[in-house]
Every structure is written in C-alpha cells, then in structure tokens.
C-alpha cells in the first residue's frame, strides 16, 4: 500500500510536469525568435551562450551538497543516525540556496541585456535559462519506484519561475517579483526534509519488522 501511494504520487507529479516540460521546451525557442525579430540579437546570444554551458557550470557547484549527502548517507549505515540526517539536510539547504542563486543571476544578466520591445519573450528564454538544466539533470537520472526528490525539486523550481515571471510581466523589479522563487525554494527544502525523515523512518520500521522474524 506505501509502494502504492509512493507511485501514485510520483504519476500526479509527472503529470503535472507535463504543461510546465512543454513551455520548457517550447518556450526558448519562441522566444528566441520573438527576440530576434524584435532586434535582441544580443540577449538571444547570451541565452545561447548559457545553454552551452550552464549545465556544467551547475553540475560542479552542487557537487560539495553531494559529497554531503553521500557522506551523510555512509553514517547512516553505520547507524550514526542524527548526524547523517543533519549532513543529508544540510545538502538540501545548500542546494536551494545554491538555486536561489543561480536563478536570481541568470534572470539578472537576461534583464540587463533586454533592449527594447515586449518582456513576454524575454521571459520565455528566461525560464528556460533558469528551469531547463535543472529538468535535463532530472530527466538523465536513472528512474527508480517511488518518490522522486529530483523531480519533486524540478516541480517546485518551475512554479517558483513562472510566479517571478507573473511578477515580472506586471511590472515589479527583480528584487521583488524573486519573492514566489524564495517561497517555493523555502517549501521544497521543507517537503525534501520532511519526507527525507519520513522515507527513514519506513525504513526503520520494515528494518525491526524483519528482525523480529529472526
């Protein structure tokens, strides 16, 4: 029944996935074109410049949260319990900070290199820039049953940038049209923790089960 619950909630996020994987695939090719057309020949370069890149450039600063991770999970198996759980979620805070970051630039640097004509297809390639590596990492990960934290991460970094891009299209600055990107990093590192401790606690539970068989 948990096995069952864990895939039914991993179909309800793939599907909701599906509108926001479209405007990710769609959306920086519109807008680069758009872009184009409106004399933005700058920023679509920019944008391309990112996309060869950003990837890599993200892969290697979230490697020191992974060596946490893993070495939160090494103490775990030797059942020094708390302080795996503390490095696990110390990988969490480090990479949504670390997101927050990377998203808060990347939208910087395509505001600043907008010259003129409407904001619509500025902020398509802006969310591209910002979601798409984080959904290409996800969909390169191997599939496995059950609950999914990358794509429950990637779920929650794509409403966050289309609540800044609402934001942004009603005319708030950066500072704070960012505020519906703070809040859903805040919840993402708020589910990853708590259903990182309710995964081991499971665990535990089916751990003492097999022993008392013995």
């Known amino acids: ?116 004509g409407s904001i619509i297809p500025v902020l398509l390639l802006a969310y591209t820039l910002v979601a798409g590596p984080w959904t290409y990492m996800a969909s390169n990960e191997p599939e496995t049953p059950g609950y999914s934290a990358s794509l429950t991460a990637v779920f929650f970094i794509d409403i966050g940038v289309i609540g800044t891009m609402i934001m942004l299209y009603r005319g708030g600055s950066l500072a704070s049209s960012f505020m519906p990107m703070r809040i859903s990093m805040l919840l993402l590192l708020i589910v990853q923790i708590a259903v990182m401790f309710t995964l081991s606690k499971r665990e535990r539970k089916n751990v003492a089960a097999w022993e008392s068989l013995l």
């Open 1 to 116: 029944m948990k096995r069952l619950s864990d895939n039914a909630l991993l179909g309800l996020l793939q599907v909701l996935m599906l509108p926001i994987i479209l405007l990710n695939t769609v959306g920086g090719l519109v807008g680069g074109i758009w872009l184009l057309l409106n004399g933005n020949a700058l920023l679509v370069l920019v944008g391309l410049g990112f996309l060869l890149f950003e990837t890599w450039v993200l892969s290697i600063f979230l490697m020191p949260g992974l060596g946490l991770a893993v070495l939160g999970a090494k103490l775990i198996e030797k059942n020094h319990r708390y302080t795996g759980y503390l490095l696990m979620a110390l990988n969490w805070v480090y990479s949504v900070i670390f997101i927050l970051l990377a998203s808060y630039y990347i939208f910087d640097i395509v505001l600043q290199n907008w010259q003129k």
